[in-house]
RNA sequence: GGCCCUAUCGUCUAACGGUUAGGACGCCAGAUUUUCAAUCUGAUAAUCAGGGUUCGAUUCCCUGUAGGGUCACCA
């Protein structure tokens, strides 16, 4: 280490042990926030000591998320390759980054054998023989008397040289950390403020299964003192691990780093969100056409806020009005119509370019269009080449009606498809007769067929000239409209009419007119 | 049950102890539209309860209530 000591170091440090979700996220992001701000470091650590849980698959997919969203890291692993495809199935190979590796708790053995060493040999810590049944019928007795349920620590005399002794002989047994004698243990956390535990609450706890498997709250403070992690950010269903961490950092000889705990976020029943929520996995929301940068805001602004009246934040302005102060005390409802808003108004300030490319995945995922030579794309349906003028031009009229990506597919649909399903009961304007609606639709096929230069400014003319002689427009624009589009809602007729082409747009007008006659 | 934390519109939230308790999303109404959006206008809507402290409490203190977290040989 160099004098970069002096700078904050913060730490993203989660399990892959399921889908990235909101409130992880969360949790990176004031990490991030924080260290970016202060000019400081932010470390991405990978907690696998659970072998039986950990999928190499899930850290992948995190990564992914990560790079995704736009974060990036200082200290940790990367993936050497294959970015630009966010969510697929590959694997990739990752490699590491920083001089504190490595960052996968499972390579680390070695480093917390040496620790764990230390503590036995210290008196720190002693070997366990009680069985797991003799401790949960105590644990079962506490309760029942109302006391705190912790192990009273029946094992805490035996002599260093009998534990050997036992072990040698093949007892079965853990290693517990010495729970100091009953006093305050103080912290100030940047938060909730101060908060005191007494060090009787906590118990003598089990700090790892062997000299080989170290748990949790044992690793998570040798690499937070490892790696010089200056400050702690972390959710606030952790404040109950911060004084058992003290404590081993006391017994380490070393200055805990600062803690701030987050309030969780809390699903529609006020609960905590859990990986299990299917719809706090942050895959779904890049499958269902959310913005990375929408994510980042709405997240942002989920237990914190500027304390002004600004809302919308790239990354790089909460960076630069971040404060740790400003978070909340308490734990805010996940509220996905807000999201919606915001991803709808981040998809508005799209250029019409970046946004077609966004969405041409989208359309192939719902086999409207198709890869076709380089940048070209087919429709489905009639194999037809598809100019990519025609999708911008899609993309372009449906731009300010989108909340998520996946919509394009749903809204833009007739432009791709060469048949259009829909009732005919659809033509009708409101209180029209069926008689009415085929005069009506027979006037924009004659109005159609007699368009030279078959334009938006030209349909327009022809089109609304006419309208504006009947007694309502919706007379004429209602069937027209629908003849094209097949749909109740829709962008403007003469727009489409230009997207569609003369020869579509009599084609359609016509079925029209036959499903009404013979339907 | 023990321990820890929290409490302002439906939701996210703002308010040096003094404001007609502000904003945003959603909802509702209006304008604009053939439709749906977008846009603009407007409306409805909150300090958990009870005690203190104070000239004055959303704000400070206590009690109660409600909610959450945690009590693993998971993280």
Do not use: H
């Given at each position: 280490m160099t004098n970069n000591s002096v700078k904050i170091k913060t730490r993203f440090a989660p399990s892959p042990t399921g889908p990235a979700h909101i409130g992880s996220i969360r949790t990176a992001l004031f990490n991030y926030l924080l260290s970016r701000k202060l000019g400081g470091f932010f470390v991405l650590r990978i907690e696998d000591t659970d072998k039986e849980r950990s999928k190499i698959e899930w850290e992948h997919m995190l990564l992914k998320s990560m790079t995704w969203l736009g974060f990036d890291w200082d200290e940790g692993p990367i993936m050497i390759?294959?970015?630009?495809?966010?969510?697929?199935?590959n694997s990739y190979d990752i490699k590491y980054i920083g001089e504190?590796?490595?960052?996968?708790q499972s390579e680390r053995t070695e480093i917390y054998k040496k620790y764990l060493q230390k503590m036995l040999d210290e008196g720190h810590a002693y070997y366990c023989f009680c069985t797991k049944e003799e401790v949960e019928a105590q644990k079962g007795y506490l309760m029942s008397i109302g006391?705190?349920?912790?192990?009273?620590?029946?094992?805490?005399?035996?002599?260093k040289e009998d534990a050997e002794e036992r072990i040698k002989q093949g007892k079965k047994c853990v290693i517990r950390f010495k729970s100091p004698e009953k006093h305050k243990i103080v912290f100030e956390d940047l938060i909730k403020g101060k908060i005191e535990f007494d060090s009787?609450?906590?118990?003598?706890?089990?700090?790892?299964?062997n000299l080989e498997t170290p748990l949790y709250n044992f690793t998570c403070v040798v690499d937070d003192y490892e790696m010089g992690i200056t400050h702690v950010i972390r959710g606030e269903d952790h404040v109950s691990n911060t004084p058992k961490q003290i404590i081993m950092f006391n017994a380490l000889g070393v200055k805990p780093p600062i803690f701030a705990h987050i309030p969780l976020i809390l699903g529609q029943g006020k609960k905590k969100l859990s990986k299990?929520?299917?719809?706090?996995?942050l895959e779904e929301y890049y499958h269902e056409g959310y913005l990375p940068e929408a994510i980042i805001n709405f997240v942002a602004f989920l237990g914190w806020?500027?304390?002004?009246?600004?809302?919308?934040?790239?990354m790089k302005e909460l960076i630069e009005d971040?404060?740790?102060?400003?978070?909340?005390k308490s734990g805010a409802i996940f509220n996905s119509e807000k999201l919606d808003w915001i991803n709808g108004l981040y998809i508005r300030k799209k250029s019409i370019d970046q946004l077609t490319k966004l969405c041409i995945p989208f359309l192939i995922e719902a086999n409207l269009i198709k890869r076709h030579a380089a940048g070209t794309y087919l429709t489905v349906d009639t194999e037809e080449l598809i100019p990519t003028y025609k999708i911008e031009k899609s993309v372009a009229l449906y731009q300010e009606r989108m909340?998520?990506?996946?919509e394009i597919a749903e809204f833009t649909d007739f432009v791709f498809k060469k048949d259009i399903d829909y009732?005919?009961?659809?033509?009708?304007?409101?209180?029209?007769t069926e008689e009415e609606t085929i005069v009506s639709l027979e006037k924009s096929l004659e109005l159609i067929r007699s368009i030279?230069?078959?334009?938006k400014e030209n349909i327009e003319k022809v089109i609304f000239s006419e309208a504006e002689k009947?007694?309502?427009?919706g007379d004429l624009l209602w069937p027209f409209r629908v003849a094209l589009t097949?749909?109740?809602?829709?962008?403007g007729p003469t727009e489409i009419a230009e997207l569609l082409g003369k020869e579509k747009c009599l084609d359609r007008i016509e079925l029209a007119i036959k499903k009404i006659k013979y339907a």
């Open positions: 390759e294959g970015q630009e495809s966010m969510f697929d199935n504190n590796g490595p960052y996968r006391e705190s349920p912790v192990y009273k620590g029946t094992c805490r005399n035996i002599t009787e609450t906590l118990g003598d706890f089990v700090i790892a299964k299990r929520d299917a719809e706090t996995s806020n500027p304390g002004t009246e600004k809302e919308i934040y790239s971040f404060s740790v102060e400003k978070i909340q909340k998520k990506l996946l009732d005919k009961s659809l033509l009708k304007w409101k209180a029209m030279i230069n078959f334009d009947m007694p309502n427009r097949g749909k109740q809602s829709s962008a």
